[in-house]
């Protein structure tokens, strides 16, 4: 059975579209069908974050409104098989996606594939309601800051309320993806803590991905960061995400760059 | 002030996680009916300027919501006595 995952924060710039590029590639390697499917129409980015910019033919839009195959858009990722892009249009706005067409898409998507993970657009408008309606579940991607904080709260109301599980009565699973978290500075009293962020938000952690220079660096050369440096703490932290995900129960921890010692000091700090 | 200030430069955290909880209590409750309010307070104003003037001002919609009791407060100031007595008919 087909899960859709829409990766959400409210907020931009948390890591939606890192942590969509990460979590595909984790599950991918894992041996789950996948294919990330970026709602930013207008300002598409996935494509680069997983190396795939020039290989764009056709689009989600072209595929909503009946332009092209599905089959035709989507790209399969020249690392992983099992992995595959549907990007979305940089040219058109959002309000060329219709309910009707993304409602199609989705089924659609939900044969072929083991995940479907939609990155959301910033924002609570019409494209961040598009991505969501459909979603089983969903990874809110959370900055320790407290615009970004009060931003997923808003997006958990969203979850609650204007997705069709809610509308049925049902409820949308719902993560929490802690980023760019530095747990000395945490634990100095500079940054929100983790436990901090759970208490207010009240939703059950999927992971913690330390700030780290990796990302960077992953984007860059266009590699989910789950590819281009698997030992790398962000890595770590996805695949762990990913385990979850899937079900598997793991003490929770915040891998460090300096395996070992580090995560021994801050592992039991973590709720 | 100036000491005070350093000493407590480096625990701005707890500072960040109270202004949250205050305002997300605040948000929680409000925020979510806030759009339900203004329907409401438009459409009763709607009825109410049917059969009578009165200034839109004078009129306040309040949505408490609680855990075991919720509250719809409306509250209409009436305009003074001389301009309901100066008001045409009712004409149904």
Not at chain 2, 57 to 71: A, E, F, I, N, Q
């Amino acid at each position: 059975m087909a899960k859709v995952l829409v990766v959400t924060s409210g907020k931009g710039g948390v890591g939606k579209t890192t942590s969509t590029a990460a979590l595909g590639a984790a599950l991918a390697q894992a041996g789950q069908k996948v294919v990330v499917v970026d709602f930013d129409v207008g300002l598409r980015n996935l494509d680069l974050i997983m190396g795939a910019e020039r290989r764009v033919v056709y689009d989600l839009i072209n595929v909503v409104q009946g332009d092209a195959k599905l089959s035709q858009a989507l790209i399969r990722d020249k690392r992983l098989e099992t992995l595959h892009l549907l990007p979305a249009s940089q040219t058109r706005d959002k309000d060329a996606l219709t309910s009707e067409g993304v409602a199609r898409v989705m089924d659609e998507l939900r044969e072929k594939f083991d995940w479907v993970i939609c990155d959301s657009p910033a924002g609570i408008e019409r494209g961040a309601q598009l991505a969501m309606y459909h979603a089983d579940t969903a990874v809110v991607v959370t900055n320790p800051e407290i615009s970004s904080v009060r931003d997923s709260d808003r997006i958990i109301g969203l979850l609650d309320s204007k997705t069709e599980r809610a509308e049925k009565g049902e409820r949308v699973d719902k993560h929490l993806l802690l980023t760019r978290y530095d747990p000395a500075r945490a634990k100095r009293g500079e940054m929100l803590k983790t436990e901090d962020i759970l208490e207010i938000l009240s939703i059950p952690l999927l992971g913690i991905v330390p700030e780290s220079q990796d990302v960077l660096r992953a984007s860059n050369l266009g590699s989910p960061v789950t590819l281009a440096d698997p030992t790398s703490a962000p890595a770590r932290a996805y695949t762990d995400a990913v385990r979850r995900l899937m079900g598997e129960k793991l003490a929770m921890s915040i891998p460090g760059d300096k395996k070992g010692l580090f995560g021994k000091l801050f592992g039991r700090r973590v709720a | 002030m100036n000491l005070f200030n350093f000493l407590n430069r480096r625990t701005s955290a707890p500072v960040a996680r109270e202004r949250l909880q205050i305002l997300l209590a605040h948000e929680r409750v409000s925020g979510n009916h806030s759009q339900l309010v203004a329907v409401l307070q438009e459409e009763i104003l709607a009825v109410i300027a049917k059969h009578m003037q009165i200034d839109r001002d004078k009129v306040v919609v309040k949505l408490d919501r609680g855990d075991d009791v919720s509250t719809l407060e409306i509250d209409i100031e009436m305009p003074p006595q001389t301009q309901s007595q100066a008001r045409p008919e009712l004409s149904l």
